[in-house]
T-cell receptor
Framework: GENVEQHPSTLSVQEGDSAVIKCTYS??????FPWYKQELGKRPQLIID?????GEKKDQRIAVTLNKTAKHFSLHITETQPEDSAVYFC????????????FGKGTKLSVIP | EAGVAQSPRYKIIEKRQSVAFWCNPI?????LYWYQQILGQGPKLLIQ????????DSQLPKDRFSAERLKGVDSTLKIQPAKLEDSAVYLC????????????FGPGTRLTVL
């Protein structure tokens, strides 16, 4: 089955700096890669996703890049703000009929004011 | 639109006891998922329903866990008997269907097994 590795497990940045979280996946058939943000005690919420036919996607301060050859994808947050502090999860899906998501272990991002 | 509803939000039980969780997905969402999220880890899929049929339950510990989705809407997840290692947050998610459809998560049920 699919295996998703996520790094780093914790990340501290100064407010206004950029943050980068990286994930690798094992199943070359995976074609959908969402990123979820989970604030303490709350539900995971989708912040951005990318499909395998796209190399990069941006949404305001958030961007995701995908390298299918290397089987890795990354989340980039620019001009970080204290409210960006949360745990971020990457996930991958093969879409092979079941549309299941396999999640990474998460990255705890702390933005220091 | 109303989100995914789950109850109870918290549950504390002794090991070997039974517990049940309930989920009401977003109206019109055909696909329903149950995830187990152990502290410090990402959600792990336990079971996936498409309408009222099971699509995948390969990671569900069937000797103690069971789930059903009667009438293709609400779902219940049961643990009987519970073990200490079952302590986790149980998340329910739903999606309209298809690979590129966003999964919307409920608030989760935090289970503590003593």
């Amino acid at each position: 089955g699919e295996n998703v590795e996520q790094h780093p497990s914790t990340l501290s940045v100064q407010e206004g700096d950029s943050a980068v979280i990286k994930c690798t996946y094992s199943d070359s058939a995976s074609n959908y890669f969402p990123w979820y943000k989970q604030e303490l005690g709350k539900r995971p919420q989708l912040i951005i996703d990318i499909r395998s036919n796209v190399g990069e996607k941006k949404d305001q301060r958030i961007a995701v890049t995908l390298n299918k050859t290397a089987k890795h994808f990354s989340l980039h947050i620019t001009e970080t703000q204290p409210e960006d502090s949360a745990v971020y999860f990457c996930a991958a899906s093969t879409g092979a009929g079941s549309y299941q998501l396999t999640f990474g272990k998460g990255t705890k991002l702390s933005v220091i004011p | 639109e109303a989100g995914v509803a789950q109850s109870p939000r918290y549950k504390i039980i002794e090991k070997r006891q039974s517990v049940a969780f309930w989920c009401n997905p977003i109206s019109g969402h055909a696909t329903l998922y149950w995830y187990q999220q152990i502290l410090g880890q990402g959600p792990k899929l336990l079971i996936q329903f498409q309408n009222n049929g099971v699509v995948d339950d390969s990671q569900l510990p069937k000797d103690r866990f069971s789930a059903e989705r009667l009438k293709g809407v609400d779902s219940t997840l049961k643990i009987q008997p519970a073990k200490l290692e079952d302590s986790a947050v149980y998340l329910c998610a739903s999606s309209f269907g298809g690979n590129y459809n966003e999964q919307f998560f409920g608030p989760g049920t935090r289970l503590t097994v003593l």
